[in-house]
């Protein structure tokens, strides 16, 4: 006979629930304790962005000052640096080998610096310009491997190139404003990236037909973050109305809601734990906030940075995560 209820049905019933519904039959997390174990200090004005390389160990790091760093995180030794020709480098990415680095900014392009170990090489002169768009250039990102980089910018616009030729592949246009933030979806066969922006829309694209496939439209200002749920089946966004927010993809719909009354600066930069549990997000109040995602509740608040966060992110291993202020440094905390 007929399966009772229906499994597509259920599916739907479920999510009509808040997700801190379902979740009242969850454990409760134990106490948390997550403090900063490494400081990484020689930026010399506000740190924009930060990347993790896929060894796990290694960050690249850029800022106001034009600075872009490589960093060893377990023994906070500076590796390699580059001063870019401009300043706000707001965008860096480490490449899926390890062996490069992409950064850029206010100069509207996004460049792509091998790296090698030999300390003395000038590596400014091995920089390879691949992105060109009409106004800054907001975030970045290499595609599963070397040799596509996607890039989000000022110009209301995303763009998906080619590092050997420089070449545009695929331009995506749909925003209303500028492009503040952009994340891949996290499985190797996934196709599709989700933005954020100055619009309040979070927008998911099919990389391949440059097409948006869902839109999401329920923040009070700009989004600052977006980040994939490790399954990839939902994303998280962070924004300057002081909430962060969570979009189930196949539903369709925003299904939670992190915020408090006390609460009341930005959110600039959010991330998921490994197992997709905890939500981190840094806030322009100097603060990093931790989020339950399924109880909706918030675990923990980390001091420390003396300005605002500007950008976080968990390790690949998920035993650490980095955050970036203003007040010049970075931090890991276990």
């Known amino acids: 006979g007929i399966p009772w209820p229906p499994a597509e049905m259920a599916w739907q019933e479920v999510s009509l629930f808040a997700v801190h519904q379902v979740a009242e039959r969850v454990e409760a997390l134990g106490q948390f304790v997550m403090k900063t174990r490494r400081t990484l200090k020689g930026h010399g004005n506000k740190v924009l962005c930060m990347d993790w390389c896929k060894d796990k160990r290694r960050i690249v790091s850029s800022s ?7 960093w060893d995180s377990f023994t906070t ?11 706000w480098v707001m965008a860096c ?13 206010l100069d509207n392009k996004c460049s792509v610096y091998p790296l090698t170990f030999d300390k003395n090489e ?6 390879k310009s691949v992105a060109m768009h009409t106004n800054y250039l907001s975030a970045c990102s290499f595609t599963n491997s070397d040799m596509q980089i996607l890039t989000a910018s000022g110009d209301g616009t995303c763009a998906l190139w080619d590092v050997e030729s420089g070449q545009l592949l695929q331009s995506f246009h749909g925003h209303g404003a500028d492009v503040l933030c952009l994340d891949l979806a996290p499985s190797e ?7 954020g922006g100055c619009d309040k829309k979070a927008m998911v694209w099919d990389m391949r037909s440059g097409q948006c496939i869902q839109s999401f439209e329920t923040h009070d200002s700009d989004i600052n973050s977006v980040r994939y749920y490790p399954s990839g089946d939902a994303f998280a966004s962070g924004s300057d109305d002081a909430t962060c927010r969570l979009y189930d993809l196949r539903a369709d719909r925003e299904v939670a809601i992190y915020s408090k009354e006390s609460i009341i600066f930005g959110a600039s930069s959010v991330d998921f734990s490994l197992s997709g549990r905890l939500l981190f997000a840094g806030y322009n109040d100097y ?4 989020w339950d995602v399924l109880k909706g509740s918030r675990v923990s608040i980390l001091f420390g940075h003396e300005n605002r966060v500007s950008t976080l992110r968990v390790s690949p291993d998920g035993t650490a995560f980095c955050s970036g202020s203003w007040d010049h440094t970075l931090r890991i905390w276990a």
């Open 64 to 70: 106001q000052d034009g600075k872009v760093i490589v």
């Open 77 to 87: 030794n500076k590796e390699h640096a580059v001063t870019m020709p401009c300043t």
């Open 93 to 105: 990415a480490y490449a899926p080998s390890g062996c490069a680095i992409a950064c850029g900014g």
């Open 122 to 127: 000038n590596m400014a002169a091995k920089k």
């Open 189 to 195: 066969t996934g196709n599709t990236f989700v933005s």
């Open 287 to 290: 603060t990093i906030n931790v």
